[in-house]
């Protein structure tokens, strides 16, 4: 039976989407204010406090920070330690949170070590020195391994697998499946909305890494993304050269719209890779937060 709606319920419907889309329009607009300024001269930037549209199109900074073959390397070496290192996130914290959900011995001795982990941290310099001891330094290890589970995360799937239907476990059981079995085959393919919402927290962070790869990785053929163009930001020797080599010697890059072009760079592929998992983002981190 269709229930009839008064005049009053439409007027809220119609307040609630403006309020709602004012509140979205605010959020993107500064993302729109540096899209637009990283397509603007320097003068216009300082000239216009805001604007979404550039009364001068220009790629100079664009030019200028792709002048160098160094960026596209570290594109290339930021999608493999993301990739790689979400793998490996995601292995470690399903595969011990789905051991922890089960009555194994000494189950609560691991869970409050992971709880102390959350509370109490050795540091920069222990955790520094604890890469170097075990060679790690200057590898792509030293990036994914200290960080391999996320505490917080780790709890939220405990949470989401301690609620999963254990009919279906003993079922496969019965059928001659082990743990493993179970996991790979039953778990996780039911489990796609979490997994897909974990992968992308993790994807993110590794995205995102900058302070561990400054701090790890000397090799500059190593560096993500972030680390290269903080360096170009801060005028790099290196990717300077390269371009004054095809410019004029005299050339001064444009800093500002520059630094705006870095964020975007560094954003756009996040943003491209998000709808794909967007369907499962918000069931994923419900299901996990709420039950238990």
């Known amino acids: 039976m269709r229930?009839?709606?008064?005049?009053?319920?439409?007027?809220?419907d119609f307040v609630n989407y403006l309020i709602l889309g004012l509140f979205a329009i605010t959020t993107l607009l500064p993302f729109i204010y540096v899209l637009a300024a990283s397509f603007s001269t320097?003068?216009?930037?300082?000239?216009?406090?805001f604007y979404i549209i550039p009364h001068k199109f220009t790629l100079d900074a664009y030019e200028y920070v792709f002048s160098s073959s160094t960026v596209i390397h570290s594109l290339f070496n930021s999608?493999?330690?993301?990739?790689?290192?979400?793998?490996?996130?995601?292995?470690?914290?399903?595969?011990?949170?789905?051991?922890?959900?089960?009555?194994?011995?000494g189950k609560n001795l691991i869970i409050n070590g992971i709880i102390f982990s959350m509370i109490f941290s050795a540091g920069m310099i222990p955790t520094?020195?604890?890469?170097k001891s075990l060679?790690?330094?200057?590898?792509?290890?030293?990036?994914?391994?200290?960080?391999?589970?996320?505490?917080?995360?780790l709890f939220i799937v405990l949470n989401y697998f301690r609620e999963f239907p254990?009919?279906?476990e003993e079922a496969a059981k019965i059928d001659g499946c082990n743990d493993l079995q179970i996991l790979a085959k039953i778990v996780l393919p039911l489990s796609k909305p979490i997994l897909a919402t974990f992968a992308l927290f993790y994807g993110v962070g590794n995205w995102n890494a900058f302070f561990n790869a400054l701090l790890y990785l000397n090799d500059s053929n190593k560096w993500p993304i972030q680390v290269t163009l903080q360096n170009?930001?801060?005028?790099?020797?290196?990717?300077?050269?390269?371009?004054?080599?095809?410019?004029?010697?005299?050339?001064?890059?444009?800093?500002?719209?520059?630094?705006?072009a870095v964020i975007i760079i560094a954003t756009v592929p996040i943003m491209v890779v998000y709808p794909f998992l967007q369907k499962y983002f918000v069931k994923g981190i419900m299901i996990g937060s709420l039950k238990g």
């Open 3 to 12: 229930i009839k709606r008064g005049v009053g319920s439409y007027v809220f």
């Open 135 to 153: 060679g790690l330094l200057n590898t792509y290890w030293a990036l994914w391994l200290p960080g391999a589970i996320s505490p917080f995360n």
């Open 232 to 260: 170009i930001v801060m005028n790099s020797s290196g990717i300077m050269s390269n371009y004054q080599a095809l410019q004029d010697p005299n050339y001064v890059p444009p800093a500002a719209s520059m630094r705006m």
């Open 128 to 131: 520094y020195l604890l890469v």
């Open 42 to 49: 320097d003068a216009e930037i300082a000239a216009r406090p």
């Open 79 to 105: 999608a493999y330690i993301t990739i790689i290192g979400t793998l490996i996130n995601l292995f470690f914290t399903f595969t011990l949170a789905y051991f922890l959900s089960k009555n194994v011995i």
């Open 166 to 168: 254990t009919e279906l």
